[in-house]
């Protein structure tokens, strides 16, 4: 009855929908070729790369990702598949714990970590690499409910147990079976934890600027205090990276049903 | 043959000889760490928020919420919270509807749906950059609308729309709201779309054949089946916006008195003179982000039945 008919309600607002995501890019791009009155230039963006501050910040982020990512996939992958193999009674309690960290503001967590740690006897926070092992463990924390989730549902999808135990019948030791036949089955969810948890790093605020370390975030931040044009083009630089990281995500997981996500910031 | 009678046997066999409890070790590390950098900085804080300064229990500091600051702190988080979840949540409900049961473009629902995936992720400092650079004093959009004036017929010029000439001010609870809703909406849309593409057509067609009108349908039909799903989308943008702190601090600069504020300010100087009163402060946090969370998930399970295909 109603099939060719346009519907005016739905597209009016579809349309807002679509100006509501694109005016502020729009708007920050604009602004951030502004830096010169009168004339577009890419000025804005040679400062920023152009500052060791920056280069230094954005090497720091970039590197503390990959620690994330790392130490989560060594932590999670094991877990998530002894959980499937043998201890399926644990997945409801594992899966409140990694749940924990969307229920525990960030600003609050770290409160927390300057507590815990910033006294006798687990005190981290005196020299700057005790620091940086606290804030890549915060990380892995932060980001647990995003690589969890992913290796979890990459797990579903494989038959772990065939795979153990023909593995482990011809000849496999348990580290044989993770690596040379869990790992590559479970590569694209993996490479899918891997992704947002080093977006979720380079765009941390909190425990970088809390904890005193050289993080992007708080790099960012003190460039909003001080500058007009730059910020709008670190934003825009940061959408790009981040838009990256996301976009690949949503490509290598194109068709899963369960794709939907829970935020926390 | 022999291999699939043979694997399961040499597996209990091997489980046997290594013992019950060795199967535990396999998870062991996941709990270690998370026993140290989750529950230990977590349970620190609770204690904290019942002991005083000496370390004798109390429940003193919970008192302390009742004072003027941090209530109001509190009051203004939650309010930003509401609005925000309300506002985002309706709007991303009618992109949602648009993009599904309303048959909007194909193309425009790709962009939406793919957009809705980046944008619900995007937020802290770069979302303030950009709103301020959108809506900011010499922002984009404030520059357009500043430009649009005429001059009357007593030669006055008048510029109606000039933003800040009428009051607007990005650096407020509105630019918060208008800031937060650029990451609420598309969440909501994540999760309402489906719950919108499983209403069934015939369902539809039967109310229109028992007479019902439109309105009728989604009142007595359609709301009926979606409000689980809506309601525990709106606590999940509450608890998000509840729990935001990087693009508030970077947009006002800490002048909006936000509980996330307040628990900052409590980190870099101690504002509140007791930090025990601080560890109460953001214990009432997570009690209250729990909540919302916990309702949601229980929400989403009730609707999971109606969304079986």
Not at chain 1, 101 to 106: A, E, K, R, S, T
Not at chain 1, 134 to 141: E, H, P
Not at chain 1, 150 to 162: K, Q
Not at chain 1, 248 to 265: A, E, I, M, V, Y
Request: charged residues 10%; positive net charge.
């Amino acid at each position: 009855m109603t099939t060719h008919k346009v519907n005016w309600w739905a597209f009016l607002w579809a349309v807002l929908g679509l100006f509501y995501f694109f005016l502020p890019l729009y708007g920050t791009l604009d602004f951030s070729l502004r830096m010169i009155r009168g004339r577009l230039s890419l000025q804005a963006y040679q400062i920023v790369l152009a500052d060791p501050q920056f280069l230094e910040s954005f090497r720091y982020s970039a590197v503390m990702g990959v620690i994330t990512v790392v130490v989560s996939a060594a932590i999670f992958l094991p877990t998530v598949y002894w959980i499937h193999l043998r201890l399926p009674q644990v997945r409801p309690a594992v899966e409140v714990l990694t749940l924990l960290p969307f229920m525990i503001p960030v600003i609050v967590y770290v409160f927390g970590l300057i507590r815990t740690f910033g006294r006798p006897p687990f005190l981290l926070t005196l020299t700057p690499l005790g620091t940086d092992v606290l804030i890549a463990a915060g990380y892995v924390i932060l980001a647990m409910p995003y690589m969890y989730r992913a290796l979890d549902i990459g797990m579903r999808s494989i038959d772990v147990r065939t795979l153990t135990e023909a593995a482990q019948s011809l000849g496999a030791n348990v580290f044989q079976v993770l690596v040379n036949v869990i790992l590559p089955n479970l590569r694209i969810a993996l490479l899918g934890g891997a992704l947002i948890t080093f977006a979720m790093v380079i765009g941390e605020l909190v425990l970088g600027d809390f904890l005193v370390r050289p993080a992007l975030g708080p790099y960012m931040e003190q460039m909003g205090r001080d500058h007009a044009y730059e910020p709008a083009a670190l934003a825009m630089m940061s959408y790009a990276l981040t838009w990256v990281c996301l976009g690949l995500l949503q490509f290598l997981t194109r068709g899963s049903s369960s794709q939907q996500q829970l935020t926390g910031r | 043959m022999a291999g699939s009678a043979l694997a399961p046997s040499t597996e209990r066999t091997r489980a046997l000889r290594l013992g019950a409890w060795t199967k535990w070790l396999g998870i062991a590390p996941f709990f270690v760490f998370v026993l140290a950098f989750e529950i230990l900085p977590s349970l620190n804080l609770f204690v904290g928020a019942f002991q005083d300064q000496d370390g004798r229990f109390t429940l003193a500091n919970f008192l302390g919420l009742l004072d003027h600051f941090v209530l109001k702190s509190y009051m203004v988080s939650l309010q930003v919270s509401v609005i925000t979840s309300v506002v985002g949540g309706l709007f991303g409900f009618m992109v949602a509807y648009a993009i599904t049961v309303g048959q909007a473009p194909r193309w425009m629902r790709s962009i939406l749906m793919t957009f809705s995936g980046l944008a619900a992720n995007f937020g802290g400092v770069p979302l303030a950059f950009a709103f301020i650079a959108t809506l900011g004093h010499t922002g984009f959009l404030t520059a357009i609308f500043r430009s649009l004036c005429f001059t009357n017929s007593a030669g006055v010029q008048n510029c109606p729309l000039d933003l800040y000439q009428n009051g607007f001010n990005l650096y407020t609870l509105t630019g918060l709201t208008l800031s937060y809703t650029y990451f609420q909406f598309p969440l909501m849309v994540l999760i309402i779309a489906p719950a919108l593409e499983s209403l069934r057509s015939e369902w539809r067609e039967a109310a229109e054949n028992l007479g019902a009108s439109g309105a009728q349908y989604w009142r007595d039909v359609a709301l009926p089946v979606l409000w689980p799903s809506l309601l525990g989308a709106t606590l999940l943008l509450f608890a998000s916006a509840f729990g935001a702190f990087a693009t508030a601090e970077a947009l006002t600069g800490g002048s909006i008195p936000l509980a996330t504020i307040l628990v900052s300010q409590q980190i870099r100087g101690d504002v509140l003179g007791n930090p025990n009163e601080g560890y109460a402060v953001a214990f009432g946090m997570v009690v209250i982000m729990s909540l919302c969370i916990a309702l949601y998930i229980f929400l989403q399970q009730r609707t999971a039945r109606w969304l079986k295909r």
